[in-house]
């Protein structure tokens, strides 16, 4: 039973969460429309209760709308991250992933998610993918926090808790065999992985992510197929964390959306997943990125030239990519959102165009998220999630860690002073 206090309280926050009764008009200096690569000058984009009305060149401003000057900035879809941990913070002292487990409550570790997905969202990421690793769904509080308002953040499609063969990612020893818990949720037999995958969803996951291969005994493509069936009829996708060829190659077969990291896929591989429609979400490690992980500066080149080789042939396979980042890590000076946005020098360094990286940054990933008819565009009927930045970013996409504007759900978040006036 809903009591009517709450329904009314509800009611209030989904009231300023999406901005209704207010109309905003963005005036566009260049706009970018990444599913076609084509930038049109001198747009006007009109927003209402939280959605985009209308846009174009000769769209009428209403008497007492506000409006927001961009003119001299281009415009684009907010981006997606499609590869998250917002409620894993790894200190650079304490990169060893038990230790998280031990020391830190479920409850910290959503706070400080709140701090990461204010971060990233500032940062101009408007929807992520959480896919894990977040205690004991701190992912589902956070999400429902910045929801109901609570919080400032990102869209988020969450995976709750991963889904592995018994001891998850780690190697633990038989005195503590719980102790991937609550990260993982070991499931082995059939009966285990549906009552894993309903579990999930319970609780508040969107997703669910699976760990395919870093155990010496891995989920063979049936499991898969399993484990997809059943996440497919509740409705959700199926992500899943691969290491090997062969983890990625049963992957494929059994039907995954997506395949995360799959760094070790051989060009076959590759070409499987590309005729299997599966979605590669390669968390392409530049070499700065991965030195942040303390394993020396030998291991991150080695690490980032792996990652480097597969984005290049991913690539000229074509088979469809979404950004996703993996950041799980504190740098000092750097927050979450300059950490995920320096992925997009892998991209560079892979000689990928810009107009290409763009799509797999916002409209592919929507696609993954299954959230196309509600985000990743600027067209009338959906969700006004819109950044700014200085230059036109098929010029110099550098220019994307330099968002000076933000605006999701048609809520300003980050504007550059005094860019915003009312008439
Ligand atoms: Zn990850």
Redesign the pocket.
């Known amino acids: 039973m809903v009591c009517r206090f709450t329904a009314l309280a509800l009611a209030l926050s989904l009231f300023c969460a999406f901005g209704y009764g207010q109309v905003t008009a963005i005036k566009a200096g260049k706009l970018l429309d990444p599913e076609t690569g084509n930038v049109a000058a001198n747009q006007v984009i009109l927003i209402e209760n939280g959605k985009i009305k209308s846009v174009g060149p000769d769209v009428k401003v209403p008497a007492g709308a506000e409006v927001i000057d961009l003119s001299r900035s281009t415009v684009l879809p907010g981006l997606f991250d499609a ?1 998250t ?1 917002l409620c894993y913070t790894s200190q650079p002292d304490q990169r060893n992933q038990f230790f998280i487990d031990m020391t830190e409550t479920t409850a910290y570790r959503a706070i400080e998610g709140t701090k990461n997905a204010k971060d990233i969202l500032e940062a101009g990421f408007t929807t992520v993918r959480d ?3 977040n205690g004991r769904y701190a992912d589902t509080a956070l999400r429902e926090a910045i929801e109901n308002d609570i919080v400032p953040g990102p869209t988020i499609i969450n995976a709750g808790r991963i889904i592995a063969p018994f001891g998850g990612q780690y190697h633990i020893q038989p005195d503590r065999p719980e102790l991937g818990n609550p990260e993982y949720l070991y499931a082995d037999t059939h009966d285990e992985m549906i009552k894993a995958i309903r579990e999930n969803i319970q609780y508040g996951a969107l997703m669910i992510k699976i760990v395919v291969d870093d155990q010496k005994y891995i989920y063979s493509a049936e499991d898969i197929k399993f484990i997809v069936d059943e996440v497919h009829r509740a409705g959700l996708k199926v992500a899943a ?1 691969c290491m090997t060829t062969e983890g990625a190659r049963n992957a494929a077969l059994g039907g995954v959306d997506s395949i ?2 799959g760094f070790r896929m051989t060009d076959e591989v590759l070409q499987l997943a590309k005729d299997r429609g599966v979605v590669l979400v390669g ?1 392409d490690f530049p070499e700065k990125a991965a030195e942040y992980l303390g394993q020396g500066p030998e291991f991150a080149k080695a690490f980032h030239t792996i990652f480097l080789d597969r984005l290049k042939r991913a690539y000229k396979i074509g088979i469809t990519m979404a950004y996703g980042t ?1 950041t ?1 890590f504190a740098v000092p000076g750097e927050t979450r959102g300059t950490l995920a946005i320096s992925y997009i020098d892998s991209f560079v360094e892979a000689g990928i165009p810009a107009k290409d990286t763009l799509k797999i940054m916002t409209t592919n990933a929507a696609k993954l998220l299954g959230v196309e008819k509600q985000r990743g565009s600027i067209k009338p009927g959906l969700f006004a999630d819109i950044i700014a930045v200085p230059e036109n970013p098929l010029d110099n996409i550098q220019t994307l860690k330099r968002v000076s504007f933000v605006m999701k759900n048609g809520k300003v978040v980050k504007s550059a002073k005094n860019s915003s006036i009312r008439f």
Do not use: S
């Open positions: 590869h941990h896919v894990g690793n964390h995360e990291h968390t993996d799980f």
